[in-house]
């Protein structure tokens, strides 16, 4: 117990805890996000909808509206943030890991990539991109996967499994185990060796971003834990600042609108399903 601090009664505690309003913790979520120590240089931060840094080893969630822009920065080069996103409209719509590879024909995530559905729609759109170092390939860690390397999984314990995060991130939007689709990461790469391996690149560096446009209303899980392929012994994470701000979708007069047949039918899937709405 801290002898400076007196909680041996309910108006001492109520007393001691008001004591401490206003105080701020390393990791927390900004509210309002206008209020961001760190808000991007190039958004008024009155545009800001969500601000957060998460902890190493911590997750967070959001439902977004149409539109949204969403950056997030890995601070001092060891984030991996596990990102899955789900449609806010109904999240048996979701992440759809082999479409998103596929349809572009491109495996490696980067700016002007779509992140689909299994329905053929563009869930978000990465329009910005200053690391390159991502992963489409192996998702995220377990509960048997983490304890494994590192004797631990527990969602409060040093080494959380992704899955475990992302499970709870999952419940607070009335989702469980059953509504995980495989994830991608940012921050971490990997790439695909001739003979069919994995390669992990690790990271591009502190300071680099991702931006996401939400091409659809969603529900944006996120747990930012050690990659899966890390081959370092412990577990190694950084911090993640994540941002979101008011934005447009994109739309016919944007240049990734027509950029490819397959993205251009995707992009309409997209508008059509929602004017239907």
């Not at 400076?4 to 007393?15: P, Q």
């Not at 808000?39 to 949204?68: F, I, K, M, N, Q």
Request: charged letters at 20%.
């Amino acid at each position: 117990m801290n002898p400076d601090r007196d909680t041996s009664t309910v108006l001492a505690a109520r007393g001691d805890a008001r004591a401490r309003s206003g105080t701020a913790a390393e990791f927390m979520p900004y509210l309002p996000a206008a209020t961001s120590p760190f808000a991007p240089d190039d958004v008024d931060p009155g545009d800001l909808t969500w601000a957060e840094t998460v902890a190493p080893g911590g997750y967070t969630s959001r439902v977004l509206a149409r539109g949204t822009r969403l950056r997030l920065t890995d601070v001092t080069g060891d984030a991996c943030a596990n990102v899955l996103l789900l449609s806010a409209l109904g999240p048996w719509e979701r992440l759809n890991v082999a479409d998103t590879q596929k349809i572009p024909w491109q495996a490696y995530l980067g700016e002007g990539h779509p992140l689909l559905s299994g329905d053929g729609r563009v869930l978000a759109t990465i329009v910005a991109d200053s690391s390159g170092h991502h992963d489409a390939f192996c998702g995220t860690t377990s509960d048997a996967w983490n304890v494994r390397r590192y004797g631990d999984a527990a969602p409060q314990g040093p080494s959380p499994s992704g899955r475990g995060l992302l499970t709870l991130a999952a419940s607070k939007h009335g989702l469980g185990p059953r509504d995980l689709a495989p994830s991608v990461s940012f921050f971490q790469g990997v790439r695909v060796e001739p003979d069919g391996g994995f390669r992990w690149l690790g990271s591009a560096g502190p300071g680099r971003s991702v931006d996401l446009l939400a091409e659809m209303p969603l529900v944006v899980l996120l747990a930012n834990t050690a990659h899966p392929l890390d081959p370092r012994p412990g577990f190694t994470v950084g911090p993640l600042r994540v941002h979101a701000w008011r934005s447009a979708p994109t739309g016919p007069g944007d240049a990734r609108f027509t950029a490819t047949p397959e993205l251009h039918r995707a992009y309409l899937n997209t508008l059509d399903h929602l004017e239907a709405r």
